[in-house]
Nanobody, 118 residues
Framework: QVQLVESGGGLVQPGGSLRLSCAASGNIFSINTMGWYRQVPGSQRELVAN??????FYQTSVKGRFTISRDNAKNTVYLHMNNLKPEATAVYYCTMVITTAALTLPYWGQGTPVTVSS
């Protein structure tokens, strides 16, 4: 069984920073992609940042303020969020495409809420 566990969300004032973490555990052979999405009630889940072949992708609204990073030894992906704005308020989900002994499948974290408010 593969499990993704997120941490690091919470309440922060505008202009503040947060770091989200997502650790994968279980019978992992390899991790093919890692990324972060977010969702607000009534809207579709949207891609915030992910690793792509040769580099990283960022949604335009977060470029220069958010940074995605990874620790392959820990099967962990991070999202460093700086200069947060109220419109960043959402539930953030990590996702990884993971190969186990039998299959390659996408997995999702449980979601961690981020609220940017004064």
């Amino acid at each position: 069984q593969v499990q993704l566990v997120e941490s690091g969300g919470g309440l922060v004032q505008p202009g503040g920073s947060l770091r989200l973490s997502c650790a994968a555990s279980g019978n992992i052979f390899s991790i093919n992609t890692m990324g972060w999405y977010r969702q607000v009630p009534g809207s579709q889940r949207e891609l915030v940042a992910n690793f792509i072949s040769g580099g990283t992708f960022y949604q335009t609204s977060v470029k220069g303020r958010f940074t995605i990073s990874r620790d392959n030894a820990k099967n962990t992906v991070y999202l460093h969020m700086n200069n947060l704005k109220p419109e960043a308020t959402a539930v953030y989900y990590c996702t990884m495409v993971i190969t186990t002994a039998a299959l390659t499948l996408p997995y999702w974290g449980q979601g961690t809420p981020v609220t940017v408010s004064s």
